[in-house]
């Protein structure tokens, strides 16, 4: 017999443990959770390429201020007036092999290195570097009248950039391609020292300014085809063709002697070939030195004898005393008195 409580009832069994019945997701159900889902992985997605797009439109500003873009601009809005060129003769450019080279390597491989251009004072864009690509474009253009050569990949600076970097940025990539002859590097700091935007210097000063980068030679000899073309360039009419030792042995005789200038301005401007002109100067340089006149110098003479204890050493405007007298200690108008004396005799005799 079981006993029972105190309060008279017994304890209530414990249910035995039963099977839950799982529950199945229904087709509806399983489309709102691949919904869900979806949603999600899309909001992820298009936050994360709002964040890419931020950051690559914070790199194109960054690339854009730093005037890294490239851009393809009309042939027709690029003017090439307000830099001087760095070459000289650009119609012989225009027209040489090395041009209708660059055009066959353009015309089958397009164009693979960009020019560069600035805004000018009237908000023109302006040409800095790339001159020959861009002739080589224009004149496809003019030839075939294919769109292809209707517009150049081109650089455009930003920001306000100093006047004289422009023309260090037009003559680097020549000079560095050793493309550049002396006469045409000197001409560009004979065009800077003129232009009223570059500030100090003479030309022979900007040439270290323009060319910093090369051998301190050579910017010695850049300088004296300055001094040459300062003095002759307006009738010099190959100055291209003048090697490096004739241009700086030119400058160098016209420095040891100007006035020999006018004769060989007179000599050059007669020339009619471009060997006439290396005749002429190779026979200025070769030409003998007139010595200049010397008036002879009569050599001073020299008398010395003795008067008693007294050494007398006379020469051409001196008389020289020498004794054991101290003429220090003598009275002054007894000095003078001897002096009267002694001009006197000489007078006299």
Same mark, same amino acid.
């Given at each position: 017999?079981? !006993?029972?409580?105190?309060?008279? %009832?017994?304890? #209530?069994?414990?249910?035995?443990?039963?099977?839950?019945? !799982?529950?199945? #997701?229904?087709? @509806?159900?399983?489309?709102?959770?691949?919904?869900?889902?979806?949603? *999600?992985?899309?909001?992820?997605?298009?936050?994360?390429?709002?964040?890419?797009?931020?950051?690559?439109?914070?790199? %194109?500003?960054?690339?854009?201020?730093?005037?890294?873009?490239?851009?393809?601009?009309?042939?027709?809005?690029?003017?090439?007036?307000?830099?001087?060129?760095?070459?000289? &003769?650009?119609?012989?450019?225009?027209?040489?092999?090395?041009?209708?080279?660059?055009? !066959?390597?353009?015309?089958?491989?397009?164009?693979?290195?960009?020019?560069?251009?600035?805004?000018?004072?009237?908000?023109?864009?302006?040409?800095?570097?790339?001159?020959?690509?861009?002739?080589?474009?224009? *004149?496809?253009?003019?030839?075939?009248?294919?769109?292809?050569?209707?517009?150049? @990949?081109?650089?455009?600076?930003?920001?306000? #950039?100093?006047?004289?970097?422009?023309?260090?940025?037009?003559?680097?990539?020549?000079?560095?391609?050793?493309?550049?002859?002396?006469?045409? @590097?000197?001409?560009?700091?004979?065009?800077?020292?003129?232009?009223?935007?570059? &500030?100090?210097? &003479?030309?022979?000063?900007? $040439?270290?300014?323009?060319?910093?980068?090369? =051998?301190?030679?050579?910017?010695?000899?850049?300088?004296?085809? #300055?001094?040459?073309?300062?003095?002759?360039?307006? $009738?010099?009419?190959?100055?291209?063709?003048?090697?490096?030792?004739?241009? $700086?042995?030119? /400058?160098?005789?016209?420095?040891?002697?100007?006035?020999?200038?006018?004769?060989?301005?007179?000599?050059?401007?007669?020339?009619?070939?471009?060997?006439?002109?290396? =005749?002429?100067?190779?026979?200025?340089?070769?030409?003998?030195?007139?010595?200049?006149?010397?008036?002879?110098?009569?050599?001073?003479?020299?008398?010395?004898? =003795?008067?008693?204890?007294?050494?007398?050493?006379?020469?051409?405007?001196?008389?020289?005393?020498?004794?054991?007298?101290?003429?220090?200690?003598?009275?002054? &108008?007894?000095?003078?008195?001897?002096?009267? /004396? %002694?001009?006197?005799?000489?007078?006299?005799?």
């Amino acid at each position: 017999m079981v !006993s029972k409580n105190k309060f008279g %009832f017994d304890a #209530v069994p414990t249910p035995a443990p039963t099977s839950r019945k !799982s529950r199945s #997701v229904g087709p @509806m159900g399983a489309a709102v959770r691949e919904a869900a889902e979806s949603l *999600q992985e899309a909001t992820d997605a298009k936050v994360a390429q709002r964040r890419q797009n931020a950051e690559d439109a914070k790199a %194109f500003r960054a690339a854009s201020e730093a005037g890294l873009l490239l851009v393809a601009l009309p042939l027709g809005d690029i003017s090439t007036t307000d830099l001087p060129r760095d070459r000289l &003769d650009l119609e012989a450019v225009a027209a040489s092999d090395e041009m209708e080279e660059l055009k !066959s390597s353009i015309r089958l491989r397009g164009q693979k290195e960009p020019i560069e251009v600035y805004r000018g004072e009237d908000g023109t864009l302006q040409l800095k570097k790339g001159w020959r690509r861009l002739t080589a474009l224009t *004149q496809l253009f003019d030839e075939t009248g294919d769109d292809a050569f209707a517009t150049v @990949m081109a650089r455009v600076e930003t920001g306000d #950039v100093d006047r004289m970097a422009r023309y260090v940025d037009m003559v680097e990539e020549n000079v560095v391609r050793e493309d550049l002859s002396f006469a045409e @590097m000197a001409q560009v700091a004979i065009a800077a020292a003129a232009d009223p935007s570059v &500030d100090g210097d &003479d030309a022979e000063a900007l $040439v270290g300014r323009l060319y910093g980068a090369l =051998h301190k030679m050579k910017r010695s000899y850049i300088r004296s085809f #300055v001094a040459l073309l300062s003095q002759v360039g307006d $009738v010099l009419q190959w100055p291209k063709s003048v090697s490096r030792n004739v241009g $700086v042995d030119v /400058a160098r005789a016209l420095k040891a002697d100007p006035s020999r200038a006018d004769g060989l301005r007179a000599s050059l401007a007669a020339c009619a070939t471009e060997e006439a002109q290396g =005749h002429v100067l190779s026979a200025f340089v070769t030409a003998p030195k007139v010595a200049a006149p010397t008036t002879a110098v009569k050599p001073k003479q020299k008398v010395e004898f =003795h008067v008693g204890d007294i050494k007398v050493t006379a020469r051409d405007g001196e008389c020289r005393i020498v004794s054991k007298s101290d003429y220090a200690s003598m009275p002054n &108008d007894v000095l003078a008195k001897a002096i009267r /004396a %002694f001009e006197a005799a000489l007078k006299d005799g």
